[in-house]
């Protein structure tokens, strides 16, 4: 059973400005968008979803702190990465830095989506996280809507990974770019021989 967070307005953390907390990053994915993206796993989830597939991304406690400029620099050094994806963790918790950095990608052309649990109504209330407005207005897609495991879908042919999520197309060139699938993983070794898996395969 999904808990659900009553308060929506209290910033959790304690992250210096111009910075993120993160817990993770990869290049090139091609599962967590349209396209070949930088995707950045923030720190920091109070909805504590059943099934959630990074249960590791719920403390608020300091993971990895990364400047917003060092991350644009190193997602405008892959000439493989044609998006940005938020993902978490919840994004909207860090609202007004991930704007920043979106702000500085979207101006070298890479497009912005981002994954959270609230939905967009919520998000668009004036309960929610501080900042929401700002990244919000920097978003060219947005998957809202927890991850509820008794309407997962498992399906090749859906972008969302249960019912109740819905495809927020804010700029209308990603009408018809919307071909991801949420039931695929994908694997990334890096040089020290670590591995990161992403996406969902589910069962």
């Given amino acids: 059973m999904e808990k659900k967070s009553s308060n929506l307005i209290t910033s959790p953390g304690n992250i210096p400005c111009g910075y993120l907390n993160i817990m993770g990053y990869v290049d090139e994915s ?14 920091g989830c109070k909805r504590e979803c059943g099934e959630c597939f990074n249960p590791e ?7 990895q702190l990364e400047s917003i400029h060092t991350l644009a620099e190193k997602i405008l050094s892959k000439p493989g990465n044609t998006g940005v994806t938020f993902s978490g963790g919840e994004p909207f918790w860090q ?20 994954f959270s649990g609230f939905t967009l109504e919520q998000l668009r ?8 407005q700002e990244l919000l207005k920097q978003l060219d897609i947005l998957i809202d809507g927890p991850f509820i495991k008794s309407l997962a879908l498992n399906s090749p042919d859906s972008p ?24 695929q993983i994908e694997i990334h070794v890096f040089k020290d021989g ?3 898996v992403t996406g969902y395969r589910g069962w």
Avoid at 57 to 63: D, G, K, L, Y
């Fill in 95 to 114: 609202a007004p830095g991930l704007a920043s950095l979106a702000g500085i990608v979207k101006a070298s052309g890479l497009n912005v989506m981002a």
């Fill in 57 to 63: 991304s719920w403390s608020f406690e300091i993971n």
């Fill in 125 to 132: 209330s004036p309960q929610a996280p501080i900042g929401s």
């Fill in 30 to 43: 091609e599962v967590n968008g349209p396209g070949s993206r930088a995707v950045i796993w923030v720190q």
């Fill in 160 to 183: 969302v990974s249960s019912s109740n999520q819905r495809v927020r197309i804010f700029n209308p060139d990603f009408e018809d770019k919307i071909t991801w699938a949420s039931d």
């Fill in 194 to 196: 670590s591995r990161l």
